[in-house]
């Protein structure tokens, strides 16, 4: 039987299991499944031997994670053209809940597919909830040098991917004036914009049609934003929305949300155009 106390417990670790669970696995449904099968362990365990009840909950979520995105990395092995994270509205939704906001933009969490799972779990526990070295020992059954090697292992491989990112503000800006230059096909702006080495990633899935390979360089990518936009922009809107800690837009047309769009961008311009099509990852709530 499950007290009340027990519920309340889980309850308020939640929103750490959920964020830990997100950025191993990347997808919002899968998150939320494994922390369901957290659940199902905390109901099976005798709860009154459990003396850190928060620490437990933690590790079997990561340990989870772990299995988990062993499987999901060989189903992206097949997935059907660039695969990006689920987009989740962190100005919504309370269950992300992380004390920093570390490996949860769209970009970051691409580059984690970088790493072994056991690595991505060092990272996120380090990087985002701030675990120490003799902790992540614990949740992963490790020693402590062997913890902090793979810390160090993680943050190698990430090193290059990562620039010095525009402020929010000036991010927010360079997002809108994109999509409205695309949409009135200003060619001249979007060339200012658009950093030399530029790249876009579209992730269809295979659903609806999007472009089944990275586009590298100005004017590749001009062309194919130009061509997208004329295709699947005209009449729509774009709405500003806080996605994954950082500004996006979603474009809808007819009541129903087709892109959901972020960029990376730096001193140089915007480096990445990030566009999910793929209607399956499209949660959003829909703008009246």
């Known amino acids: 039987m499950v007290s009340a106390a027990d519920i309340d417990v889980f309850e308020a670790a939640r929103p750490r299991l959920f964020g830990i669970a997100y950025r191993m696995l990347g997808s919002r449904h899968e998150a939320e499944e494994l922390v369901q099968e957290t659940w199902l362990r905390w109901q099976g365990t005798d709860r009154a031997a459990v003396r850190e009840p928060e ?46 906001g570390e490996a949860l933009e769209v970009a970051v969490l691409m580059l984690l597919e970088k790493l072994t799972p ?60 994109i999509v409205a230059a695309a949409q009135a096909g200003d060619v001249q702006a979007l060339e200012r914009m658009l950093a030399e080495d530029v790249v876009t990633y579209s992730d269809g899935g295979g659903v609806v049609h999007a472009a089944r390979k990275p586009l590298h360089g100005r004017d590749r990518v001009l062309k194919a934003l130009l061509g997208f936009a004329r295709k699947y922009w005209t009449g729509a809107t774009a ?38 099509v793929n209607p399956e990852k499209l949660q959003f709530p829909v703008t009246p």
């Open 55 to 100: 620490a437990f909950l933690a590790t079997a979520t990561t340990r989870l994670a772990i299995n988990a995105s062993q499987s999901a990395r060989a189903r992206r092995e097949t997935y059907i053209g660039p695969w990006l994270p689920e987009p989740v509205d962190t100005a919504e939704d309370p269950l992300l809940g992380a004390e920093r």
């Open 239 to 276: 709405t500003a929305v806080d996605a994954n800690g950082q500004p996006g837009l979603l474009i809808e047309r007819d009541g129903e949300i087709i892109t959901f769009a972020t960029i990376t961008a730096s001193e140089a311009g915007v480096e990445q155009l990030l566009f999910v």
């Open 118 to 177: 056991t690595e991505r779990a060092t990272y996120v526990l380090r990087e985002a909830f701030d675990y120490s070295y003799g902790d992540i020992a614990g949740v992963l059954q490790v020693g402590e040098a062997n913890a902090r090697q793979l810390a160090s292992r993680a943050r190698g491989k990430l090193e290059g991917g990562r620039r010095a990112k525009a402020d929010a503000e000036a991010h927010r800006r360079l997002l809108d004036a």
